[in-house]
């Protein structure tokens, strides 16, 4: 059985890491020569060559930090690394809960001070480069820091029950833990908006004009009474544009990053706040949310089955069995499941987008708004706007935006 297990995990390791780059170099390849038409008011012949740079550097460090990330798990698999970590946490508690918390954060640090240099380079050279970063050190020092305590906080909340369960109740555990995380992801709506993410960000209610009438104007007209129009520091960061909604009952918040607000007229802003509320009369998040519960239960199930099986654990130079190690391991050998999981959530994940910019279209009766919106902003984030359909199909959560637009012009 062990050998099953290992063909399984270096077999998905390997096959993701070539389907990865097969459809990241086909759609670096996917570029045209000249401005898609319809565009040619938001991307000169300048701009377009610097999109196309954009995505070619992009994909490039991409395929670096992917290799490094695929040689640094098969030697940490061949090495035996995960059996000396798991002897030094059982030298500093034998208590499951706290072994299995020192267990997740070694890990966590571990990857992180690995992954860091990527995430320089990324943040401050390359997204530098292209105009993008407008990330200070001090922000982004912060940042981490602020990253490490939310993850110890509600890693401690999140794991803490379900090491307890899967240790005192066997195999009843994974229905209990299941319980546990269902109740986290409906709770994170409102724990997001009012915890989370002004720890991050600033949020500023937007203020009295024209702007703010015309959003109320539209949510009324759908009756869709949102308790918080904010602005968000966005350009803290980057100077990247987006808006999103979040939260439920009273917590819905609708968040304009401020560079949005600076480069989109009234009538493009409602526009996309009507998408965002097209989402939730849509039901999309609901769905989405019972779809990510009803995934999180077949795991805890398939895991049930296998937690104690030592042949697993061996592949990774493991001698003792633990629900910790199990949990990592487990996630691993899942990873084929996983990928074909995710390729229906991002279909899925499309398919609404089309239904939301439909709504937004229905209500507010801009298809013109609605178009130059979706042009402002793949323009202003230097978006590719020919990607390779192998590229969309697998990890595109939302349409192209030239399909988007044909969407648009058909309804």
């Known amino acids: 059985m062990e050998q099953t297990y290992y063909l399984i995990i270096i077999g998905a390791l390997i096959f993701e890491y070539l389907l990865s780059t097969v459809s990241s170099v086909l759609n670096m390849n996917s570029v045209s020569e000249n401005v898609p038409d319809g565009f040619q008011n938001h991307y000169d012949s300048e701009k377009y060559a610097k999109s196309q740079a954009y995505l070619k550097d992009n994909t490039r ?27 030094f946490v059982r030298t500093q508690s034998t208590h499951p809960i706290v072994g299995g918390l020192i267990f997740f954060g070694l890990i966590f640090i571990i990857n992180d001070i690995i992954n860091l240099p990527f995430s320089l380079y990324g943040t401050f050279i390359l997204e530098e480069k292209y105009g993008f970063n407008k990330t200070t050190a001090k922000t982004f020092v912060m940042d981490k820091l602020k990253g490490y305590m939310l993850t110890i906080v509600l890693g401690t909340i999140i794991m803490s029950p379900v090491l307890y369960f899967f240790n005192s109740y066997g195999e009843n555990g994974w229905w209990i833990a299941w319980g546990i995380i269902t109740a986290f992801m409906i709770a994170i709506q409102p724990i997001f908006v009012h915890v989370i993410a002004p720890i991050f960000n600033k949020f500023t209610p937007l203020e009295d004009g024209e702007l703010r009438t015309a959003i109320e104007t539209f949510s009324k007209k759908v009756d869709f009474p949102i308790s918080r129009i904010d602005m968000m520091d966005g350009s803290k960061r980057s100077s990247h544009s987006n808006a999103y909604f979040s939260g439920f009952g009273k917590s819905r918040r609708i968040a304009l990053f401020d560079t949005l607000l600076e480069k989109h007229s ?16 849509k039901k999309h998040i609901i769905t989405g949310t019972i779809l990510g519960i009803l995934e999180t239960g077949i795991m805890l199930f398939v895991f049930n ?75 202003n984030n230097l978006s590719h706007l020919t990607p390779h359909k192998m590229m969309v199909f697998l990890s595109y959560s939302h349409p192209p935006v030239i399909d988007r637009i044909a969407a648009v012009n058909k309804t």
């Open 266 to 281: 009234i009538e493009e802003i409602v526009s996309v706040v009507a998408h965002e509320v097209g989402h939730y009369k």
């Open 305 to 379: 089955l296998i937690m104690n099986d030592s042949a697993l654990f061996s592949v990774f130079g493991v001698q003792s069995v633990s629900v910790y190690g199990g949990l990592i391991f487990f996630g691993m050998l899942y990873s084929p499941v996983n990928l074909l999981t995710s390729v229906f959530t991002t279909a899925m994940s499309r398919k609404n987008e089309y239904e939301a910019d439909a709504f937004s279209l229905e209500h507010t009766q801009n298809k013109d708004a609605l178009i130059n919106m979706l042009k402002g902003l793949a323009a």
């Open 61 to 87: 460090f991409g395929l670096l930090s992917s290799t490094f990330g695929l040689i640094v798990t098969l030697i940490v698999i061949h090495s035996g690394l995960f059996g000396l970590l798991d002897v």
